[in-house]
């Protein structure tokens, strides 16, 4: 909000440049005629008889020469700012006049489009293009029944769209079943209990694997689904595990013999990595976070190769919880590289703690007057990198919108993604003291360093264009409204010069059809453009003596 203050700030001193500069051309033009007018040797009214008669001697081609070659003019501007505006992504007149008026002010310049931006986005566009709308599991997906029922036994809404719960029944046969489920009896259950849309014949068919045997998959459908408090549901995944242990241990051994033993096994450790990970989860909500911190610690090490369970992102909100930065930055140094896939979480914790560093003692008005100190800037770097790569966080972060229940899925760099991040983020950035206050600040400025086309993207691949679409599935836009990527709106002096050109145009165009009116209406025009200053010099005529208007009449 501040940033777009600073935006109108600068549109505002570029239009006073512009004014002034018109003021005093008007002004130049004005004093010249007077001092013609008074180096004369006749009468005042004697010049405006002369005035007069120019005025009636001039013909309609005069005027449609003259409206045609301003509309000419305005027509070259206007394409030469669209041109320029098209290539760098601002206004040339806007930013020349504020590079102008800046140095007068003692600020600095950081719109201007640079070399290193351009070369950037050109090295961008010959990045390998990844995949635009992959959808990805929500590291810190509720729980189905002690959640996201709940909300939906208070309000009535439903906060999760059919398109959403039918990618998590995709994810649940993928993890939790596999070809030989068919040679036990209770897997053969789940394996239909994971199809079914109705959420009833879900749990009762759990319950009837259950009769059978102690069944992990079983228990986790119960966990997630029937359990209607997180105690409940913690109690169901710690018979879970107890049952997940023996199957992967037995099929750990067998793993060897065949390709069926080997997807069995496979099968194994995905459903025993899900139940820790919802136990570690589990503890987290029940406020037992150096608990939950450490099973997550160990269910890295001991699988480090599962990286798609992003097991990593909720180990940093949890180290966020109990504020244990140096761990958090410990995390971010092994995750936040270059050849891994990035997140609003991991974007989003490094500028966090960055702006950690510098939030608290941070003022606008100071950083305006002595410009940003090194780590100001490196915070404001790592913002603008964040926003970037999300757009859509800011605003839930410094609550501009209202948040709802996250996903159980999420489109990363899109809404669905900033909902999640700030629904569990949120209050870690309100308890660094002053850190909202410099996203505030600041982030509405990464929109202006992004070149322009915005295909070209700058430090992440471009942003992509189908992500609306997608999270229109992923959100119940029925109470959220899907926020949109900002797009850079046309300056002013586009819309100025294609005022001014259609204006001038019209006028040639009339002047040419109807010369004899088109000349009455400018003479009248500027008989009325002139009454103010014909008020005026009768008023000076009549107060000034006649010999001292006599003497300036001869100057």
Sequence with gaps: ?????????????????????????????????????????????????AVSMFLNTLTPKFYVALTGTSSLISGLILIFEWWYFRKYGTSFIEQVSVSHLRPLLGGVDNSSPTNSNTSNGDADSNRQSVSEC???????????????????????????????????????????????????????????????RNPQARISAAHEALELEDCATAYILLAEEEATTIVEAEKLFKQALKAGEGCYRRSQQLQHHGSQYEAQHRRDTNVLVYIKRRLAMCSRKLGRTREAVKMMRDLMKEFPLLSMFNIHENLLESLLELQNYADVQAVLAKYDDISLPKSATICYTAALLKARAVSDKFSPEAASRRGLSTAEMNAVEAIHRAVEFNPHVPKYLLEMKSLILPPEHILKRGDSEAIAYAFFHLQHWKRVEGALNLLHCTWEGTFRMIPYPLEKGHLFYPYPICTETADRELLPTVFHEVSVYPKKELPFFILFTAGLCSFTAMLALLTHQFPELMGVFAKAFLSTLFAPLNFIMEKVESILPSSLWHQLTRI
């Design 1 to 49: 909000m501040a940033d777009s203050g600073a935006g109108l700030l600068e549109q505002l001193k570029s239009c006073i440049v512009w004014s002034w500069a018109y003021f005093w051309s008007v002004w130049f033009f004005v004093m010249l005629f007077l001092v013609n007018l008074l180096r004369l040797p006749f009468r005042y009214n004697d010049s405006l008889t």
């Design 134 to 196: 992959k959808v990805w599991r929500n590291p810190l997906n509720l729980f189905r029944g002690a959640e996201y029922n709940r909300y939906t036994w208070v309000t009535g809404r439903e906060p999760l769209t059919y398109y959403d719960m039918n990618l998590s029944a995709q994810d649940h046969q993928t993890f939790f079943t596999c070809d030989s489920d068919h040679l036990r009896p209770a897997d053969a259950i789940m394996q239909k209990a994971w199809r079914e």
